[in-house]
């Protein structure tokens, strides 16, 4: 029972004289705990340190292009983690296309120390990639000046440097293609060598067109043509000649220029009327680009497409039927998992973008074209990455495993088993033979078939097109054929 006791309530057998006690107990503790948590005149509050880098104060032209290298790559893996680009076709003109703006901002930031009379003309190339990452044109364009006036050693030396500087105009983004284009037009026009001139407007034909400014590529296949036609026999029969084009010989330079100047749009008509009559179209430009009968043109247009064989189909029922499928376009590609994810003797065994990129592709036109057959053709080669070697038939299921992995609808696989024969004790490798298939269609010494070969074919069975067509000039094709085969029913 609490009783009162003046103002307070006090508890039975707690006197007075013991609360007082424990309240200045109390009152000391809680004199303690404020002294301690105010804080001294002395102390200040955490500042975490300034961890960027700061690339203004970057001392070499190394370190800023790595530092840029670092932003484009962030930017590029934020993009792969926000964007998905399997489903958009790739852009013709992306060349074209400048930079992120954080990427140009941080060679902007980087290059602002380093004046342009002031740079040593041996660092030439990491300051030209630079200055045009930076923006810096007109300073990329006084450092190419001074670099080709710079003494050199001889004619080959001074053509090293132009072929550097054009190298680098077109890898810059945008693509520089004025800078390009004057570099190459001054040797060309310099030069008394007919077929260092071909060779020098075939590589603004290429570049030119591969960045999507048509009205460049058409200009440089008019040069091209001009210079063909003041070729001697001498010239045409040169090693210098027969070396351009890979060694596949200047003649497929001109063809190409032809087949520029022929035109999309015309050799879509003459698609349109009959693959022969496309044929016929692509025969005559290379009768005239090398003076031989038409039905030596080195791109199998107009062939008949051999029938594909494999002892492993996916599906199985794909096997009991002929392949291409006769009376239906089709489109036929060559892949080998060894250039696409690697083999076991390399450390760095991965899907290549080369192959990733192309099966996005075959994905984007099988579902663009959901009639169009659509057929793959692989090998096995006795591996599969690091697994141990397989047997034909497990390297066959690992093979129709990758490939079903890029969900490309209403694909066809046909793996062939390959024959090999093995190198004698103690090297004892396995050496692949040739299979039927890469045989079938390997046309001619400069045809041959690799990993990544692209034949689109009618429903005649008549090959219209072999691994020339960008994704958009592909799909056109393929809508043709696929018209064509409509209106014959």
């Known amino acids: 029972m609490i ?69 484009k ?26 930079e992120p703006a954080e ?3 941080t060679a902007s930031q980087c290059a602002a120390r380093f004046v342009e009379p002031n740079v040593d003309i041996r660092d030439f190339a990491p300051a030209l990639t630079l200055f045009l990452a930076a923006g810096r044109d007109s300073d990329a364009t006084a450092l190419v000046a001074r670099r080709v006036a710079a003494p050199a050693r001889n004619a080959r030396d001074r053509g090293i440097v132009v072929d550097s500087a054009v190298e680098i105009y077109l890898n810059a983004r945008p693509a520089r293609l004025d800078a390009a284009e004057n570099l190459l037009l001054h040797r060309a026009r310099s030069s008394t060598d007919r077929v260092e001139r071909l060779k020098t407007y075939a590589t603004l034909l290429i570049s030119t067109r591969a960045a999507g400014d048509t009205v460049r590529s058409r200009r440089a296949a008019q040069w091209i043509v001009s210079i063909a036609d ?20 200047g003649q497929l330079y001109i063809y190409d220029a032809l087949d520029e100047l022929t035109g999309f749009r015309t050799r ?14 692509e025969r005559a430009n290379w009768s005239r680009a090398t003076g031989e009968r038409p039905e030596a043109l080195q791109i199998p247009i107009g062939v008949k497409a051999a029938p594909l064989s ?8 794909a096997g009991s039927s002929p392949r291409p499928t006769p ?13 696409c994810i690697g083999s076991a003797s390399t450390s760095d065994a991965h899907p290549t973008a080369e192959c990733v990129s ?74 692949d033979k040739e299979t039927p298939n890469l045989t079938r269609y390997s046309f001619g010494k400069s045809w041959r078939v690799g990993s990544g070969s692209m034949f689109l074919v009618d429903s005649e069975g008549i090959i219209a097109d072999a691994w020339r067509l960008r994704e958009e000039e592909l799909g056109q094709f393929i809508e043709v054929l696929l018209n064509r085969e409509h209106r014959e029913k």
């Not at 879509?268 to 179209?281: E, I």
């Open 103 to 105: 990427v140009a901002k």
């Open 268 to 281: 879509m008509d003459s698609l349109k009327k009959s693959t022969m009559a496309y044929a016929t179209l």
């Open 73 to 98: 790559r962030s930017v590029v893996r934020r993009e792969e983690l926000t964007v998905w680009h399997d489903t958009i076709p790739i852009n013709p003109r992306a060349a074209l296309d400048p």
């Open 230 to 249: 003041s070729l001697t026999l001498a010239d045409r029969q040169s090693d210098a000649f027969e070396r351009l084009a890979d060694g596949n010989g």
């Open 358 to 431: 192309r099966m996005a592709e075959l994905r984007r036109i099988a579902e663009r074209f959901p009639s169009l057959e659509i057929d793959i053709v692989m090998s096995t080669h006795g591996q599969f990455m690091y697994l141990s070697p397989p047997s034909p038939e497990n390297e066959a299921t690992l093979i129709r495993d990758w490939v079903d992995a890029h969900h490309v609808p209403g694909a066809v696989l046909g793996v062939t088993t390959t024959q090999f024969w093995r190198l004698p004790a103690p090297d004892d490798r396995r050496i």
């Open 327 to 339: 009376g239906h376009p089709a489109l036929i590609l060559f892949l080998e998992h060894t250039s």
């Open 3 to 71: 009783q009162p006791e003046g103002n307070s309530l006090v508890r039975p057998g707690f006197s007075r004289q013991a609360g007082a006690r424990v309240c200045r107990a109390c009152g000391a503790i809680v004199t303690a705990i404020v002294s301690f948590a105010m804080p001294a005149h002395a102390q200040t509050m955490f500042q975490w340190p300034d961890t960027s880098a700061h690339v203004s104060h970057y001392a070499n032209m190394e370190d800023c292009l790595a530092a840029d290298d670092r932003v």
């Open 310 to 317: 494999a002892e492993h189909w996916y599906p199985a029922s």
